[in-house]
């Protein structure tokens, strides 16, 4: 695997972010979900909620949030 096909599988319940690379200028990604995903299940991540319940993960928060 090389750094421009990486892949990853996250069970449920768990935060997933992504951003460039330093120099980036594009990027094409995608999600896939499996049966048994439901849209009533996502959450979108808030920057707040996340820096009030996680400060010592402030640098990633800040990173991927908006």
């Known amino acids: 695997m090389t750094a421009d ?3 990853a ?3 449920g319940g768990v ?3 992504s951003r460039l690379s330093p ?3 594009f990027a094409l990604m995608g ?3 499996s ?3 439901d849209p009533a299940d996502f959450e979108l991540a808030a920057r707040a ?3 009030a319940t996680h400060p010592e993960h402030r640098d990633p928060i800040i990173a991927l949030t908006r």
Do not use: D
Request: aromatic content about 14%.
């Open 5 to 7: 096909q990486v892949k």
């Open 9 to 11: 599988w996250l069970p």
């Open 15 to 17: 935060w997933q972010g």
């Open 23 to 25: 120099g980036g200028v």
């Open 31 to 33: 999600t896939t979900v």
């Open 35 to 37: 049966p048994g995903f």
């Open 49 to 51: 909620t996340l820096l």
